[in-house]
């Protein structure tokens, strides 16, 4: 039933020129464990980011460059933005051996040892030529407790990128298949702003001359999702 000016009427029984009512807000049931640099991040790669194999981003504009240059080293910490023409790709900047005797420092911490994970090779990480592997770096965090992820980003740069994008369930997105992460879809309202503001940035439009606000996108899916968020916020 939908509610209307001579009270809760059936769908199908509703006439032309009834009043309906409409919800002043959409209640949200769940929250985001997101920080809002990465919703302006996800944002950023919606709109402008290579998601399919690698994480990257294109753009001529400074401001969208820029953008894209504040925000990487807060969600990827000890790692900055690589430009190679129009494409910037996320490197690390840390040195391997200061942030490999932070994962052995964590592990003496919790009582435990590099050769407990690792069969091969512990000699090349205790001494500083090396690095553990991702699916090691998984396992000591579960083991430990603590968060690798300062010391992931350090030694992987690109790679975290990466796992970031996978567990959203944005990597190998294509253009016609893009889509808000669930995640940032239940964002707060300030969120959702920040997030909306990047999408804006990359692929959105504001007419000068007229009230015309609007946003491009090959994706049916991603139009819904923009869409959604448009009206939880009024």
Not at 92 to 98: E, F, G, L, N
Not at 139 to 166: N, P, Q, V
Request: proline content about 4%.
């Amino acid at each position: 039933p939908v509610l209307t000016a001579r009270g809760f009427v059936a769908a199908g029984n509703l006439k032309p020129g009834d009043f309906v009512a409409e919800a002043s807000c959409i209640p949200l049931s769940c929250k985001t464990d997101l920080t809002t640099e990465e919703l302006e991040l996800i944002g950023l790669l919606i709109g402008d980011g290579t998601l399919t194999t690698l994480v990257a981003f294109s753009a001529k504009l400074p401001e969208k460059r820029l953008a894209f240059e504040r925000v990487v080293p807060r969600v990827f910490p000890n790692c900055r933005v690589s430009w190679s023409g129009n494409t910037g790709r996320i490197v690390r900047v840390a040195d391997i051996p200061k942030y490999s005797a932070s994962i052995l420092r964590k592990l003496e911490v919790a009582g435990l040892k590099l050769n407990q994970f690792m069969k091969y090779n512990t000699w090349r990480v205790t001494g500083g030529r090396g690095a553990v592997s991702m699916q090691v770096l998984d396992e000591i965090e579960i083991a430990t407790g603590e968060s690798l992820w300062e010391e992931r980003c350090a030694l992987f740069g690109s790679g975290a990128a990466k796992m970031w994008a996978r567990n959203l369930g944005m990597l190998g997105a294509k253009a016609p298949g893009k889509r808000i992460p669930k995640k940032a879809m239940v964002a707060d309202d300030a969120g959702v702003c920040v997030l909306l503001g990047s999408l804006w940035l990359t692929d959105g439009y504001v007419s000068k001359n007229t009230n015309e606000v609007s946003y491009c996108t090959a994706s049916w899916g991603l139009a819904q999702d923009v869409m959604y968020l448009l009206l939880r916020i009024g």
